[in-house]
């Protein structure tokens, strides 16, 4: 059984920055492909990113793409995604979620019900 916890959502203004790090225990965390997805309000739940047990990682979607970072390191059970500049339209429940294997994807996007475990989320609101 995998357990995630996702840490470093907050408050920030348009323009900031935040790190969010999903960390696992219970199993071989470096054998299981790992997803960021987040959840608008009022809407449902968006892929982000996915990183696979090789470090190889899934396209963005065209919202992140070239603000947002998925990075991993094994050594420490822990999954990051980085996020710069901002923007109020990034406001959401941040999931983390892993999946034996490698990432399956669709157009390029990581497939979200591959997905087994998810952790409880991280809340990230960026205000104008």
């Known amino acids: 059984q995998v357990q995630l916890v996702e840490s470093g959502g907050g408050s920030v203004q348009a323009g900031g920055s935040l790190r969010l790090s999903c960390a696992a225990s219970?199993?071989?965390?470096?054998?299981?492909?790992i997803g960021w997805f987040r959840q608008p309000p009022g809407k449902t739940r968006e892929e982000v990113a996915a990183?696979?047990?090789?470090?190889?990682?899934?396209d963005y979607p065209a919202s992140v793409k070239g603000r947002f970072s998925i990075s991993r390191d094994n050594a420490k059970n822990t999954v990051y995604l980085q996020m710069h500049s901002l923007k109020p339209e990034d406001t959401g429940m941040y999931y983390c979620?892993?999946?034996?294997?490698?990432?399956?994807?669709?157009?390029?996007?990581?497939?979200?019900?591959?997905?087994?475990?998810w952790g409880q989320g991280t809340q990230v609101t960026v205000s104008s």
């Open positions: 979620a892993a999946a034996i294997g490698g990432c399956q994807t669709r157009y390029g996007l990581p497939v979200l019900n591959q997905f087994d475990f």
């Open positions: 219970g199993v071989a965390y470096s054998s299981y492909c």
């Open positions: 990183i696979s047990p090789g470090g190889g990682t899934s």
